[in-house]
């Protein structure tokens, strides 16, 4: 089977400093991979390079089993790949919802009327049918970061690249969130300071650590918490 996505001894450099310094892994079909490392350790960096939207020094970057070197390489292979980015803000630029979920399948050639067939069928397989009409900015934390992650869905993706998809998203959402990602067919690569989320979801986890790649272990604790919480008296 031919890996989703290799990445061979990717350098990367930002303002004279090596970001990232020969990180190599591979994605085959229906993995789920965390990357898990301290703030600052190149992870975003990392995702983006996956993407070509931050250009490797040297290294090399396979997508489908094709080399990707130039933008005209990575533009082709990007329909297949979403990339949730860290800061729903950065990714949500429609109006109203149902238009921001339209908008990938609009771009890869759907017609208006299909584009929001197929928003509207995403936005209801995620629970999410009530806020179709809403303003895209005035939603909660919770409900923008399930949006973003419908507007990815709606393109029909091979692979989701996810960063902090955990990032001020309330229980309630968390749970739309995880389900959604649960369900997704194909592969995908995870970012995320959330344990118990990478514990769930991921099948396998790396450690990017001095901008290289080293296999890390999930474990997933039982435990038991305590929350202070306060009822409201029924009197």
Partial sequence: ???????????????????????????????????????????TTLLRAILGLERATSGKIRLFGQDCASERDFRAQRPRIGFLFQDSDDQ????????????????????PAEAEARARETLADLGLSALAERVTHRLSGGEKRLVCLAGLLAMRPEVLLLDE????VDA??????????????????LVSHDDAFVAELASRAML??????????????????????????HG
């Fill in 208 to 233: 990017l650590q001095g901008g290289r790649l080293v296999p890390a272990e999930i474990h997933a604790h039982p435990h038991l918490h305590a929350h202070p919480h306060i009822h409201p008296h």
């Fill in 172 to 189: 309630a959402n968390g749970a739309r969130l995880r389900a959604a990602l649960s369900a997704f067919p194909g592969a995908m690569i």
């Fill in 1 to 43: 089977m031919i890996p989703i996505l290799t990445l061979s001894d990717l350098c990367v450099s930002r303002a004279g400093a090596e970001v990232l310094s020969g990180a190599s892994l591979t994605l085959t079909a229906r993995e789920r991979l965390a990357i898990v490392g301290p703030n600052g350790a190149g992870k």
């Fill in 92 to 111: 949500l630029f429609c109006p109203t919802v149902v238009e921001d979920v339209a908008f990938g399948p609009l771009n890869i050639g759907l017609t």
């Fill in 165 to 168: 998809p955990t990032n001020g």
